[in-house]
């Protein structure tokens, strides 16, 4: 099964407990909001959210954004998103075609902790490309850094095993395998952004990387698990 697919059935199985086996979800941290709400001023302030899951992000950017898209390949998840006005939800696979006629459509466009769920993170490059306004935020944040993993790797496998996230969601629900928790963690072993920054930089835009610990206090790179990454055509 790919990465997908896995991921399909994974949140399709896990939409009723998903917020209780996460467990991150309680409290939102002032920088996160900050980050998600920032755009430059007098823009129509359009915003897609990708991998919107449960709408956590796009809960945040429907209180500062005019127009709200959320995108997901999970139906079940995205019904959990509360209706509004401005909040629009389409189920769709981001790694392929998006179904948006209008190029350089978005205001600001972010991917918060969803690189990790993908076979190949390039694959959203394009589409962001396409579909950016100008001065427009392409935004990620909250994945873990491959060079991170690979330096920290035994204490990182430590912190894993106690941790027993698989374990969490498959006491909650018994159709959640391991092998399926973890063929949707696609990329455990971190991910690397380096062939994303040199397409922005190389196409013109601004490319800012920061690694840290939740706390979007900057680290060298290795020395802090999560990476946020800001492009600004």
Request: hydrophobic share 40%.
């Amino acid at each position: 099964m790919d990465a997908a697919k896995a991921n399909k059935e994974f949140y399709d199985l896990a939409d009723d407990i998903y917020e209780e086996a996460d467990g991150r979800r309680k409290t939102i941290p002032a920088w996160l909001v900050d980050n998600i709400s920032f755009c430059e001023e007098g823009r129509d302030k359009t915003f897609l959210d990708l991998g919107a899951g449960t709408g956590f992000i796009t809960k945040i950017a429907a209180n500062y954004f005019d127009n709200v898209w959320a995108m997901d390949i999970s139906e079940k998840m995205l019904a959990k998103i509360p209706k509004a006005s401005n909040i629009t939800t389409i189920p769709c696979d981001i790694t392929g075609p998006w179904p948006f006629k209008q190029e350089k459509f978005f205001d600001k466009i972010a991917c918060v902790a969803t690189l990790h769920h993908l076979s190949n993170v390039n694959s959203i490059i394009t589409a962001v490309y396409d579909h950016l306004a100008e001065g427009g935020i392409f935004y990620t944040d909250l994945d873990i850094d491959k060079e991170f993993v690979r330096r920290w790797r035994w204490p990182l496998a430590v912190y894993r095993k106690l941790r027993k996230a698989a374990q969490r969601y498959s006491n909650l629900c018994p159709q959640i395998s391991d092998e399926l928790f973890n063929t949707a963690e696609a990329q455990s072993e971190g991910i690397d952004l380096t062939y994303m920054i040199e397409f922005f930089k190389t196409a013109g835009f601004l490319v800012v990387a920061r690694y840290h610990w939740g706390n979007n206090k900057a680290f060298p790179r290795g020395l802090a698990p999560f990476v946020s990454l800001w492009v600004v055509r």
